[in-house]
């Protein structure tokens, strides 16, 4: 049976059929085993470009935080925010040194390009390499950003002009608080993205003709790179693609895609990329390879798959051919087939292991080489073909990095523990060429299928790069292990259980105890009954909640002094960092400043500086109240502003010339206001001098003494009222004899004004009957109530009395002891006739109240009406009745009560100019606007006793007013649009105080060249000038 089913095989149709299904199968085995390798290829070129890609994310996001937290910091380092405060409160050159110096370190410290304090406005107050750099439009913008937010913001990567050279930097600002406010200064640190930053981006960690990784930023509808491509040069911030050119890799990422992608790239060449976005910055990166580099290998797969095929099929045909000798060639065939396997694994295997990030070593059981991988090779110098057959201890040489002493027991330590990690600690491996090469290697046994020990393989790689690392982490650690030791704050660790893990220098110093009482004990050890303590408290909850905080703590020593400090809480893995700041000091300056700040503020004389120039830089409140001008319009203006033209130009030289000899300035002068009042004032101008005795402004004091002059204007007046007076007034002393007599009584009794009146006696003046009463009456009740008033006669050297209603003041010392008397007598002959003109004006004035337009209300101290008259019921149409026993706020709610109050308490009138005021019941009536006063009536004994309350609506005022000012801005544009050349001079000195646009046409001066010359300037010529002036007189 067998051989008919042999003979039946043997038929060339069979033959054929079977030759032919095999080579079928093998060129589709060929194909797909062809597909697989690609695939494979593929994802390990996709899993490398994803591996890179997110480890440069990672770092690039790491570094872009630790850069705005160094910013940060930096900012708020107390050291910096003294120095620089000082420098900002003195304006010494020492303290800008210091501050630039300390800049300086930190620069170097930190690697940054460039280091600058800023104000708000990017002016560059320091820095720490020079004055003259200049802040880029888009780093002033971020210091603007970072003022108003009050955090750490990033430039992100921009193009500027540098040394001349357009170049690449990133810049991170932070603001500084000073004095409590971030609202003026801030810290730009720039880098250089060329030593930083751009390196991480373009360096590849392993050999590549076409990888290479970029970041890019969106701008509107295009893709922007930021750093130098690799294909392409000078591209950084340079080059752009658009968003719609949608097989661009960056494009997709834009678009939202993350991860691997097929695209085409800026050279229009097919690539494999991973594309994502970097957290916490405005980057996405783009990391990627030609696809013909990745797929360079097929070719040769391509190739090996036909070789194998063809092969196959050659194989099989030779079978099929020589099927005579099938069982020979079933032996050779399943031989081939079990050495191809063989093949095909050591191939795979080679790869795998060629593959790995560690030198591979194979040994047999005698320690003879038997295979090496290619990292093997690299790092011990040996090729496999000088090798193999070689023993371990002399390719794979290996000491004891501390002792010097060779590793030669290898084999015997894997034979016996099986599997060995870090067979000897420390180890060196000494290559072929004598280099030292620190390697971690790890060792095991190779069994076959029966557990038999065929050899060893050992694995190894350089640990070069990792202790480099380690040893820069260790420099960074005691780096900042001593600045931390060394901070001027204090510095604390607090354990979960209150216990004293760490503290530094200055925390012991304020601590004022000994370390080692500290550190391994309690809080509540150290310091007894501080549990109940806001600062313990604040601890306890951030230790609970893993949360943040900051307090200002007030300390009371053993010893009874009281210390003031600023705390910062940041949880740490240990339990709780405390950063204490001593702010006594500062904070006494700072309530010291305060105060003096507030003094000047609430100061009711004018205070305002100016610098070395004459140019105002601050006015107190008291300045814009008195002149009417606010801090803006004044500050940046000389003190010419409010000059009356009062002084004459020689006496503002000789003012200047005493303070240029760095001497105070005092005297009396005339100032005006902004709506043109003139004021007298006690001047006091001293110069402010620094440290270096060099004059950096002037401060001003200025005493608005009108009252006091007019006063004394008043007081003048008064005593001319008294000479002119028709009553008769005159003083004496406690014995009644004349001190003075005025000119009416002088000129009544007929004595001369040169005459001697020290022998008279004041009852020399009056007939008998009223002596007596004087001196009976009238004296003792002026003596006992400080005043009398009654009815006497004065009498003429003819007889004749004079009818007098009189009045005696006793005039007391501050001890109540009578020093004089004074009178005033009128004659009163006329009286009848006054008293029915008083009735009558009475009666007028009555009528004047109930018919005037004016608003008159009769208040009481508590603002509630007694009266008002018909004109204030209408302005709010309400009858007279209405008002009275309401009050007036209940009314008319307002911020005005505190003015009612302030008449009340200081007896003062006061008065209001065009005030608006909107009908809280009539709101359609729209804004009116009212001038009104409220004066105070006062009782006998001082008090207040009713308020009047007038008020006038001077809305049409107000807005005639506004017409007029507009009717103004309309005729200047006409004066200074016609075409006839116009000025005005004033008379007679002829000089020009306006001229219009025409005028500087005409003659060709600039118009402030002419104002305030003589007119004289337009025509030079005698004869001209005197036809001039001809015209000017017949004009007048």
Same mark, same amino acid.
């Given at each position: 049976?067998?051989?008919?089913?042999?003979?039946?095989?043997?038929?060339?149709?069979?033959?054929?059929?079977?030759?032919?299904?095999?080579?079928?199968?093998?060129?589709?085995?060929?194909? &797909?085993?062809?597909?697989?390798?690609?695939?494979?290829?593929?994802?390990?070129?996709?899993?490398?470009?994803?591996?890179?890609?997110?480890?440069?994310?990672?770092?690039?996001?790491?570094?872009?935080?630790?850069?705005?937290? +160094?910013?940060?910091?930096?900012?708020?380092?107390?050291?910096?925010?003294?120095?620089?405060?000082?420098?900002?409160?003195?304006?010494?050159?020492?303290?800008?040194?210091?501050?630039?110096?300390?800049?300086?370190?930190?620069?170097?410290?930190?690697?940054?390009?460039?280091?600058?304090?800023?104000?708000?406005?990017?002016?560059?107050?320091?820095?720490?390499?020079?004055?003259?750099?200049?802040?880029?439009?888009?780093?002033?913008?971020?210091?603007?950003?970072?003022?108003?937010?009050?955090?750490?913001?990033?430039?992100?990567?921009?193009?500027?002009?540098?040394?001349?050279?357009?170049?690449?930097?990133?810049?991170?600002?932070?603001?500084?608080?000073?004095?409590?406010?971030?609202?003026?200064?801030?810290?730009?640190?720039?880098?250089?993205?060329?030593?930083?930053?751009?390196?991480?981006?373009?360096? &590849?960690?392993?050999?590549?003709?076409?990888?290479?990784?970029?970041?890019?930023?969106?701008?509107?509808?295009?893709?922007?790179?930021?750093?130098?491509?690799?294909?392409?040069?000078?591209?950084?911030?340079?080059?752009?693609?658009?968003?719609?050119?949608?097989?661009?890799?960056?494009?997709?990422?834009?678009?939202?895609?993350?991860?691997?992608?097929?695209?085409?790239?800026?050279?229009?060449?097919?690539?494999?990329?991973?594309?994502?976005?970097?957290?916490?910055?405005?980057?996405?990166?783009?990391?990627?390879?030609?696809?013909?580099?990745?797929?360079?290998?097929?070719?040769?797969?391509?190739?090996?798959?036909?070789?194998?095929?063809?092969?196959?099929?050659?194989?099989?045909?030779?079978?099929?051919?020589?099927?005579?000798?099938?069982?020979?060639?079933?032996?050779?065939?399943?031989?081939?087939?079990?050495?191809?396997?063989?093949?095909?694994?050591?191939?795979?295997?080679?790869?795998?292991? +060629?593959?790995?990030?560690?030198?591979?070593?194979? !040994?047999?059981?005698?320690?003879?080489?038997?295979?090496?991988?290619?990292?093997?090779?690299?790092?011990?110098?040996?090729?496999?073909?000088?090798?193999?057959?070689?023993?371990?201890?002399?390719?794979?040489?290996?000491?004891?990095?501390?002792?010097? =002493?060779?590793?030669?027991?290898?084999?015997?330590?894997?034979?016996?523990?099986?599997?060995?990690?870090?067979?000897?600690?420390?180890?060196?491996?000494?290559?072929?060429?004598?280099?030292?090469?620190?390697?971690? +290697?790890?060792?095991?046994?190779?069994?076959?299928?029966?557990?038999?020990?065929?050899?060893?393989?050992?694995?190894?790689?350089?640990?070069?790069?990792?202790?480099?690392? =380690?040893?820069?982490?260790?420099?960074?650690?005691?780096?900042?292990?001593?600045?931390?030791?060394?901070?001027?704050?204090?510095?604390?660790?607090?354990?979960?259980?209150?216990?004293?893990?760490?503290?530094?220098?200055?925390?012991?110093?304020?601590?004022?105890?000994?370390?080692?009482?500290?550190?391994?004990?309690?809080?509540?050890?150290?310091?007894?009954?501080?549990?109940?303590?806001?600062?313990?408290?604040?601890?306890?909850?951030?230790?609970?909640?893993?949360?943040?905080?900051?307090?200002?703590?007030?300390?009371?020593?053993?010893?009874?002094?009281?210390?003031?400090?600023?705390?910062?809480?940041?949880?740490?893995?240990?339990?709780?960092?405390?950063?204490?700041?001593?702010?006594?000091?500062?904070?006494?300056?700072?309530?010291?400043?305060?105060?003096?700040?507030?003094?000047?503020?609430?100061?009711?004389?004018?205070?305002?500086? !100016?610098?070395?120039?004459?140019?105002?830089?601050?006015?107190?409140?008291?300045?814009?109240?008195?002149?009417?001008?606010?801090?803006?319009?004044?500050?940046?203006?000389?003190?010419?502003?409010?000059?009356?033209?009062?002084?004459?130009?020689?006496?503002?030289?000789?003012? &200047?010339?005493?303070?240029?000899?760095?001497?105070?300035?005092?005297?009396?002068?005339?100032?005006?206001?902004?709506?043109?009042?003139?004021?007298?004032?006690?001047?006091?101008?001293?110069?402010?001098?620094?440290?270096?005795?060099?004059?950096?402004?002037?401060?001003?004091?200025?005493?608005?003494?009108?009252?006091?002059?007019?006063?004394?204007?008043?007081?003048?007046?008064?005593?001319?009222?008294?000479?002119?007076?028709?009553?008769?007034?005159?003083?004496?002393?406690?014995?009644?004899?004349?001190?003075?007599?005025?000119?009416?009584?002088?000129?009544?009794?007929?004595?001369?004004?040169?005459?001697?009146?020290?022998?008279?006696?004041?009852?020399?003046?009056?007939?008998?009957?009223?002596?007596?009463?004087?001196?009976?009456?009238?004296?003792?009740?002026?003596?006992?109530?400080?005043? &009398?008033?009654?009815?006497?006669?004065?009498?003429?050297?003819?007889?004749?009395?004079?009818?007098?209603?009189?009045?005696?003041?006793?005039?007391?010392?501050?001890?109540?002891?009578?020093?004089?008397?004074?009178?005033?007598?009128?004659?009163?002959?006329?009286?009848?006739?006054?008293?029915?003109?008083?009735?009558?004006?009475?009666?007028?004035?009555?009528?004047?109240?109930?018919?005037?337009? !004016?608003?008159?209300?009769?208040?009481?101290?508590?603002?509630?009406?007694?009266?008002?008259?018909?004109?204030?019921?209408?302005?709010?149409?309400?009858?007279?009745?209405?008002?009275?026993?309401?009050?007036?706020?209940?009314?008319?709610?307002?911020?005005?009560?505190?003015?009612?109050?302030?008449?009340?308490?200081?007896?003062?009138?006061?008065?209001?100019?065009?005030?608006?005021?909107?009908?809280?019941?009539?709101?359609?009536?729209?804004?009116?606007?009212?001038?009104?006063?409220?004066?105070?009536?006062?009782?006998?004994?001082?008090?207040?006793?009713?308020?009047?309350?007038?008020?006038?609506?001077?809305?049409?005022?107000?807005?005639?007013?506004?017409?007029?000012?507009?009717?103004?801005?309309?005729?200047?544009?006409?004066?200074?649009?016609?075409?006839?050349?116009?000025?005005?001079?004033?008379?007679?000195?002829?000089?020009?105080?306006?001229?219009?646009?025409?005028?500087?046409?005409?003659?060709?001066?600039?118009?402030?060249?002419?104002?305030?010359?003589?007119?004289?300037?337009?025509?030079?010529?005698?004869?001209?000038?005197?036809?001039?002036?001809?015209?000017?007189?017949?004009?007048?």
């Amino acid at each position: 049976m067998n051989n008919n089913i042999r003979l039946s095989i043997l038929k060339k149709r069979h033959l054929a059929l079977i030759f032919a299904s095999i080579a079928i199968i093998m060129a589709i085995w060929g194909s &797909w085993y062809y597909v697989q390798e690609k695939e494979k290829i593929k994802l390990a070129s996709e899993s490398t470009i994803s591996a890179i890609a997110t480890l440069k994310s990672d770092r690039i996001e790491v570094w872009f935080k630790d850069e705005l937290l +160094d910013a940060q910091l930096i900012a708020g380092h107390a050291f910096l925010i003294e120095t620089f405060n000082k420098y900002l409160e003195t304006g010494s050159e020492i303290e800008k040194r210091n501050t630039s110096l300390l800049l300086s370190q930190i620069k170097a410290e930190h690697g940054y390009h460039e280091l600058f304090i800023t104000s708000s406005g990017g002016d560059i107050i320091a820095s720490g390499r020079n004055m003259q750099a200049e802040l880029s439009a888009t780093e002033l913008k971020t210091v603007e950003q970072a003022i108003t937010t009050g955090k750490s913001v990033s430039t992100g990567l921009f193009r500027t002009l540098l040394n001349g050279r357009e170049s690449s930097l990133i810049s991170y600002i932070s603001p500084i608080e000073i004095n409590g406010s971030i609202q003026y200064f801030a810290l730009v640190c720039r880098m250089d993205p060329y030593l930083t930053l751009y390196p991480l981006v373009e360096s &590849w960690p392993v050999s590549s003709q076409t990888a290479e990784s970029f970041l890019f930023s969106v701008e509107k509808d295009s893709v922007l790179y930021l750093n130098n491509l690799k294909h392409l040069t000078n591209t950084a911030l340079k080059l752009k693609m658009p968003i719609s050119q949608t097989n661009l890799p960056a494009s997709k990422a834009a678009r939202g895609y993350r991860g691997i992608v097929s695209g085409i790239d800026y050279r229009d060449v097919d690539v494999v990329a991973y594309t994502g976005k970097i957290n916490g910055t405005p980057w996405y990166i783009v990391s990627k390879i030609d696809e013909s580099e990745v797929y360079a290998e097929m070719p040769l797969v391509m190739m090996r798959v036909a070789a194998l095929v063809l092969i196959g099929i050659l194989f099989t045909g030779i079978a099929v051919g020589l099927v005579y000798n099938l069982r020979q060639m079933s032996i050779y065939k399943e031989l081939y087939q079990k050495e191809k396997e063989i093949w095909q694994h050591q191939e795979k295997f080679k790869v795998t292991i +060629d593959s790995l990030g560690d030198g591979v070593i194979l !040994t047999d059981t005698k320690a003879k080489i038997q295979y090496m991988n290619s990292l093997a090779e690299t790092l011990t110098g040996w090729k496999l073909r000088e090798a193999r057959g070689r023993s371990l201890s002399e390719v794979y040489e290996v000491r004891n990095e501390e002792t010097g =002493q060779k590793e030669n027991n290898i084999l015997e330590k894997v034979m016996k523990h099986g599997i060995v990690k870090e067979l000897a600690n420390h180890t060196l491996l000494i290559s072929k060429s004598g280099k030292e090469i620190p390697v971690v +290697d790890t060792g095991a046994p190779v069994h076959d299928s029966d557990g038999s020990i065929l050899g060893i393989v050992i694995t190894f790689h350089d640990e070069t790069e990792k202790r480099l690392q =380690q040893r820069l982490i260790k420099e960074s650690e005691e780096r900042l292990r001593s600045s931390l030791e060394n901070l001027i704050e204090g510095c604390q660790i607090i354990g979960y259980d209150f216990t004293y893990l760490y503290l530094n220098k200055a925390a012991i110093k304020s601590s004022r105890k000994p370390k080692e009482e500290l550190l391994g004990n309690t809080m509540m050890a150290c310091y007894p009954g501080i549990e109940g303590s806001e600062m313990f408290s604040t601890l306890k909850k951030c230790l609970e909640q893993r949360v943040s905080a900051d307090l200002e703590n007030v300390f009371t020593y053993p010893d009874g002094e009281v210390r003031d400090f600023r705390l910062r809480f940041e949880p740490v893995p240990d339990g709780i960092f405390i950063l204490s700041e001593d702010i006594t000091e500062s904070k006494i300056a700072r309530d010291f400043i305060l105060k003096f700040k507030m003094g000047i503020e609430l100061s009711a004389d004018v205070v305002f500086l !100016t610098d070395k120039n004459g140019v105002i830089t601050y006015v107190n409140p008291a300045f814009e109240r008195i002149f009417g001008y606010s801090k803006q319009e004044a500050i940046g203006k000389t003190p010419g502003l409010i000059k009356s033209g009062q002084l004459s130009n020689k006496d503002y030289a000789k003012i &200047w010339d005493t303070l240029l000899e760095e001497k105070p300035e005092y005297r009396e002068i005339i100032n005006k206001t902004k709506d043109g009042k003139l004021l007298y004032f006690e001047v006091s101008i001293n110069p402010i001098i620094n440290d270096t005795n060099e004059v950096i402004g002037y401060l001003a004091i200025e005493r608005d003494i009108t009252a006091r002059k007019l006063a004394e204007k008043a007081q003048s007046q008064l005593t001319a009222i008294i000479e002119a007076t028709p009553d008769f007034i005159g003083t004496a002393d406690l014995d009644g004899k004349a001190i003075y007599i005025n000119n009416a009584v002088r000129k009544e009794l007929g004595i001369e004004p040169d005459e001697d009146i020290s022998n008279f006696r004041i009852t020399d003046f009056h007939p008998e009957w009223a002596s007596n009463l004087i001196l009976n009456e009238g004296v003792a009740a002026a003596v006992q109530n400080g005043s &009398w008033h009654g009815e006497t006669a004065l009498i003429l050297r003819d007889g004749i009395e004079i009818p007098l209603s009189q009045i005696i003041i006793a005039h007391k010392s501050a001890e109540g002891e009578v020093e004089y008397f004074s009178t005033i007598g009128r004659d009163i002959s006329e009286r009848k006739k006054f008293e029915a003109e008083l009735i009558e004006k009475t009666t007028i004035l009555t009528a004047f109240f109930d018919n005037t337009l !004016t608003l008159i209300a009769l208040l009481d101290n508590d603002f509630n009406f007694i009266s008002v008259n018909q004109a204030y019921a209408a302005a709010d149409e309400k009858e007279v009745d209405f008002f009275v026993g309401k009050n007036h706020f209940e009314l008319y709610p307002s911020d005005a009560a505190g003015i009612f109050e302030e008449v009340v308490n200081s007896k003062t009138a006061y008065h209001a100019v065009e005030k608006p005021f909107v009908y809280a019941n009539n709101p359609e009536r729209g804004i009116t606007y009212w001038d009104w006063s409220l004066v105070p009536l006062l009782k006998g004994n001082g008090e207040v006793d009713s308020l009047i309350f007038t008020l006038l609506n001077v809305t049409d005022r107000v807005k005639a007013k506004a017409e007029l000012v507009e009717s103004e801005r309309f005729l200047n544009s006409i004066f200074n649009s016609v075409n006839d050349a116009i000025f005005t001079i004033s008379m007679p000195d002829r000089v020009i105080r306006s001229a219009n646009k025409a005028v500087s046409d005409l003659f060709g001066y600039n118009i402030d060249e002419v104002v305030g010359k003589p007119s004289r300037i337009f025509y030079p010529e005698e004869k001209t000038y005197i036809e001039y002036g001809q015209h000017l007189s017949a004009a007048i």
